[in-house]
């Protein structure tokens, strides 16, 4: 803290991590010798930039850009780009921390990195977006290749972003390797990818759901958020028979008693995707109803998956769920949960995932994305959510066996935590003094 004054998002993260892997670290003494917290703490690099650009009206407008390169010990740098107002260094060293460890429980080889800007897409037209991403590219490009750091998307960032981002990279790195990941299918991209993280979280929801043999069908699920996370999120629960009553955006939510179903979802994808609309609409054009500036965590539900940003679920948020009935939390944001509603989950011996665990398959698929990139192949849908299926399993393991409690219970953070700090420990000290 003394290090890095005010970056409370980034203090939280990593204390979060600090507090679970104590036991794990105090039993091997040479974690020490090798000052790995320490290292652990301070990201390899951070780049910062002045991106330039022109908008509609011919005005030159700047915004901040940033890439953190957190730590490559067991592969390169990967990680989303945010375009929202409110980046800052605090958020993008946290987001970058946590994904260290997400995508060493991945199974795959990638180490951890995050970048963005201030500038808020919302409202501005397809060419300011184009012209954005070309300027901040044009930056970020020499610190970036796809043997040393792999951007993908995040908040604001989607197919469109990605595809106008690897445009401008490939024409001044002269090369088609593939350096980002969430590219449009013509041009590299995977199948599954854009639907990876929320049926990633679904998979990780019914690994947990096994261990106390409750089925998915019929459940009532919250869901907040109407982007890329929670649009599959909410898909893949309707195809499983779930009843998802809400979804929100940064003005408000929508609560529907009669569940969400592939029609509504339908205008959801065009609503979001095509015209860039507010959730607000849908209660207007489903007559149910709409909460602004509210946050879905007051409606009863059996589920709760938070899909949209982090901090956006307090302690009496879980109070309120927890007292609602609530017995399972998945979650497919980053940090969305505080500290305090954490405690209340574990105090409650609730089922509840992490982020880091439960929202792994984005990133994961992006690393099968990689691949495919590599050896000039594209393997099918069916292939892709295989694998992705497999790896959601493979991580519920490692938490299962990291994370279980005297009393039989798992404790996901914990096992995360625990099983994702190990493998970048041993990668570290096995590399030497770097
Ligand atoms: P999108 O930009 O597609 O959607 C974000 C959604 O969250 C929008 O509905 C947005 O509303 C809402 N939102 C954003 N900021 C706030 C805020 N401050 N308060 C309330 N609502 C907000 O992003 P994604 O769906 O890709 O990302 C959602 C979360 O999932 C993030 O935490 C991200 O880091 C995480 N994640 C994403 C992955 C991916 O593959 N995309 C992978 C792993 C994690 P509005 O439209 O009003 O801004």
């Given at each position: 803290k003394r290090r890095f004054p005010n970056e409370p998002e980034y203090h939280q993260a990593v204390e979060e991590v600090l507090s679970t892997i104590e036991d794990a670290y105090n039993e091997h003494p040479e974690f020490d010798r090798y000052n790995l917290i320490e290292r652990l703490c301070i990201p390899d690099r951070i780049f910062s930039f002045r991106v330039t650009w022109l908008d509609d009206k011919g005005k030159v407008q700047t915004n901040m850009g940033y890439r953190v390169q957190h730590n490559n010990a067991i592969g390169p740098y990967k990680g989303g780009i945010r375009f929202h107002s409110s980046v800052n260094l605090s958020i993008l060293k946290f987001l970058a921390f946590e994904q260290t460890f997400k995508n060493?429980?991945?199974?795959?080889?990638?180490?951890g990195g995050k970048g963005g800007s201030d500038f808020n897409p919302k409202g501005k037209s397809d060419t300011e977006i184009m012209r954005f991403c070309q300027a901040f590219v044009t930056e970020l490009w020499r610190h970036i290749g796809p043997e040393t750091d792999v951007?993908?998307?995040?908040?604001?960032?989607?197919?469109?972003?990605?595809?106008?981002?690897?445009?401008?990279?490939?024409?001044?790195?002269?090369?088609?390797?593939?350096?980002?990941?969430?590219?449009?299918?013509?041009?590299?991209?995977?199948?599954?990818?854009?639907?990876?993280?929320?049926?990633?979280?679904?998979?990780?929801?019914?690994?947990?759901l096994k261990t106390r043999n409750i089925?998915?069908?019929?459940?009532?699920?919250?869901?907040?958020?109407s982007g890329n996370v929670a649009q599959y999120t909410v898909e893949k629960l309707i195809s499983l028979g779930a009843k998802v009553v809400t979804m929100s955006d940064s003005n408000g939510y929508i609560y529907d008693p009669d569940g969400i179903d592939e029609a509504k979802l339908k205008y959801i994808f065009e609503l979001k995707n095509l015209y860039r609309g507010r959730i607000k609409e849908y209660a207007?054009?489903?007559?149910?109803?709409?909460?602004?500036?509210?946050?879905?965590?007051?409606?009863?539900?059996?589920?709760?998956?938070p899909s949209a940003t982090q901090n956006e679920l307090d302690g009496d948020d879980a109070r309120a769920l927890l007292a609602n009935g609530c017995f399972a939390v998945s979650e497919g944001a980053n940090m969305p949960s505080t500290p305090e509603a954490i405690d209340e989950f574990l105090k409650a011996k609730i089922l509840y995932a992490p982020g880091k665990?439960?929202?792994?398959?984005?990133?994961?698929?992006?690393?099968?994305?990689?691949?495919?990139?590599?050896?000039?192949?594209?393997?099918t849908a069916e292939e892709v959510d295989a694998r992705l299926k497999q790896i959601m399993f493979d991580i519920h393991t490692q938490c299962v066996r990291y994370g279980k409690q005297e009393d039989g219970t798992v404790n996901y953070v914990k096992g995360a935590n625990v099983a994702g700090f190990m493998k970048v420990a041993k990668a570290m000290m096995a590399q030497g003094v770097l």
């Open positions: 060493s429980l991945t199974t795959l080889p990638m180490g951007p993908a998307g995040d908040i604001g960032v989607g197919g469109r972003e990605v595809g106008y981002m690897y445009g401008m990279y490939k024409k001044l790195a002269r090369e088609n390797t593939g350096t980002f990941t969430g590219k449009g299918l013509e041009f590299g991209g995977s199948l599954i990818r854009p639907e990876a993280t929320g049926y990633g979280n679904v998979y990780f929801l019914l690994e947990m089925d998915i069908k019929g459940k009532v699920v919250t869901v907040s958020g207007e054009q489903y007559g149910c109803k709409y909460v602004e500036g509210g946050r879905p965590w007051g409606e009863k539900c059996d589920i709760a998956m665990a439960a929202n792994a398959g984005g990133v994961s698929v992006s690393g099968l994305e990689m691949t495919q990139n590599s050896i000039k192949l594209n393997w």
